[in-house]
């Protein structure tokens, strides 16, 4: 590699051989992504020491216009992290004598509209709960955990049996299931040195994870041999965890429309909305920052 090597052979290089060490898969597969999509058809044929500012700018705009599969634009969110992506890879050119500057720090970001967070109201959450029931017990408790744990959708996958005590009414969130590429991946629970955590349980989450524990016990008889025998609370047949990711983007998004709910609402907001109604009990919000 030199100041003259094309972009994408310094990209190339700077993921795999620095980068990739020190992340997670799941970042490693957003970079990769961002480098094949999003920089390389732009300016990966430019020698690295020629790439201007103006050049990175529009890269950035053109993204933003008509980027992406289908040409309709990227999310100005997407944009920004492709950004902070090239920013970074750029920074470590020039700490590797490369680069005298970096073009990036002098682009403009993106701006960008609020997250909308949609809160549920405890009559829509009812509907909610009761049109997965008819569905099964497997979806069903996925929301009860959601909405009366505000537990993160892959600490409620990385769910296990050991973790829940239910004759003290709590449970410890120490897994979570995270969708690669790859596949789905269990890793220890580490969005932060918080992540980590108890969570005391209401009566009525516990009478709830009793049903679905005697569910899936009178299951498990029933396929007899076919059935793996496994600690996860939300196992498939063969044993294993099912996957967040199909959840959050399929089964949840008809249950949503089955009980006339907007499809725009994330499973994410289910968190919000575990904390809002907290907040609006009364509770401290300290209390509520440590559950969640």
């Not at 003290?168 to 590429?181: E, G, P, Q, S």
Request: proline share 4%.
């Amino acid at each position: 590699i030199s100041p003259t090597s094309l972009t994408n052979e310094w990209l190339d290089y700077w993921l795999e051989t620095i980068k990739k060490p020190s992340i997670q898969l799941k970042t490693y597969e957003k970079y990769e992504g961002f480098i094949r999509n999003n920089i390389n058809p732009f300016i990966g044929c430019t020698p690295l020491n020629k790439v201007s500012i103006a050049q990175v700018q529009q890269l950035l705009v053109s993204l933003l216009t008509s980027g992406g599969e289908k040409r309709k634009g990227l999310a100005p969110r997407t944009v920004n992290a492709t950004r902070m992506m090239l920013k970074t890879a750029f920074s470590d050119a020039v700490n590797f004598d490369l680069l005298q500057k970096n073009p990036v720090l002098a682009t403009k970001a993106m701006s960008m509209n609020p997250t909308t967070i949609n809160i549920l109201t405890p009559d829509e959450a009812k509907k909610l709960i009761s049109v997965a029931l008819k569905s099964g017990y497997f979806p069903w408790i996925t929301l009860i955990l959601a909405l009366e744990t505000g537990m993160r959708i892959g600490e409620i996958f990385g769910l296990q049996w050991s973790n829940i005590d239910l004759e003290n009414r709590k449970l410890r969130v120490d897994k979570t299931v995270v969708t690669t590429r790859h596949g789905d991946i269990i890793k220890d629970s580490g969005k932060n040195k918080f992540s980590k955590r108890s969570i005391p349980l209401a009566p009525h989450t516990v009478d709830s994870l009793k049903k679905y524990r005697k569910w899936q016990l009178e299951a498990s008889i029933m396929l007899g041999a076919e059935y793996s025998k496994s600690d996860w609370v939300l196992s498939n047949a063969n044993g294993s965890p099912y996957s967040p990711n199909y959840f959050s983007s399929h089964m949840f998004k008809d249950l949503l429309k089955e009980a006339g709910i907007d499809r725009n609402v994330r499973f994410h907001d289910l968190r919000h909305t575990h904390a809002t109604w907290l907040l609006e009990k009364g509770v401290n919000v300290k209390v509520v920052s440590e559950r969640l």
